[in-house]
């Protein structure tokens, strides 16, 4: 059982360049999630999607863009990286219609801008 | 907007022995969700205990329970006969009914170490 899939694991960045953080879920969950966890914090909301062509801005999402062509994917994107984007991020998924359902949570990609 | 406090960065228990773990937030609402996940260092966010504010009775699972608290806003998390595979962070996390992308807001966390 895959679940929630996060590439790459680990990434360094230089300013000012860009990448896409790729998330893909097999769980058939309408509900995405991007979360970004700096060094001894909680984890704090950048995007997301209640379905394919929907997305929504979260707590933090100045520097990043999304896209939800599919109810599968949700990349993350970071169009100008600067230091202050250096995070561990996860991405998230989780059944509609419940709240009581949990977010299932990939294993994260680690990211330094340098 | 809804906030969670975890008011102890840090903890520390023997093993075998009991813990408990503090979270408090701050909501209007009536109806809500909370979840206390646990993150090893191998980063992985594991889903330990869930509570729907409208259950009265505490949730449990195996040697994890919580003490909810609606009126004082408070969830905390006890764990029993702790073993060295509990070390880790814990966060508390908070989700509203009303929320439209069912979003999580977490705590800061609480880092538990367990002593052989």
């Known amino acids: 059982n895959a679940g929630v899939t996060q590439t790459p694991k680990f990434r360094i960045l230089k300013i000012g360049q860009s990448m896409t953080l790729q998330c893909t879920q097999d769980m058939n969950h309408n509900y995405m999630y991007w979360y970004r966890q700096d060094p001894g914090m909680g984890l704090k909301l950048i995007y997301y999607s209640v379905g394919a062509g929907i997305t929504d801005k979260g707590e933090v999402p100045n520097g990043y863009n999304v896209s939800r062509s599919t109810t599968e994917d949700f990349p993350l994107r970071l169009e100008l990286a600067a230091p202050s984007q250096t995070s561990v991020y996860f991405c998230a998924s989780s059944y509609s219609m419940s709240g009581s359902q949990p977010q299932h949570f990939g294993d994260g990609t680690r990211l330094s801008i340098l | 907007a809804q906030t969670v406090t975890q008011s102890q960065p840090e903890m520390s228990v023997q093993e075998a022995e009991t813990v408990t773990l503090s979270c408090t937030y701050d909501t209007s609402e009536s109806d809500y969700y909370l979840f206390w996940y646990k993150q090893p260092p191998s980063r992985q966010m594991i889903l330990v205990i869930r509570?729907?504010?409208?259950?009265?009775q505490n949730a449990t699972e195996n040697r994890f329970s919580v003490n909810f608290q609606k009126a004082a806003k408070s969830f905390s998390l006890k764990i029993s006969d702790s073993q060295l595979g509990d070390a880790a962070m814990y966060f508390c996390a908070y989700r509203s009914s009303n929320n439209a992308g069912n979003m999580l807001t977490f705590g800061g966390g609480t880092r538990l170490m367990v002593k052989p």
């Open positions: 509570q729907e504010a409208y259950k009265q």
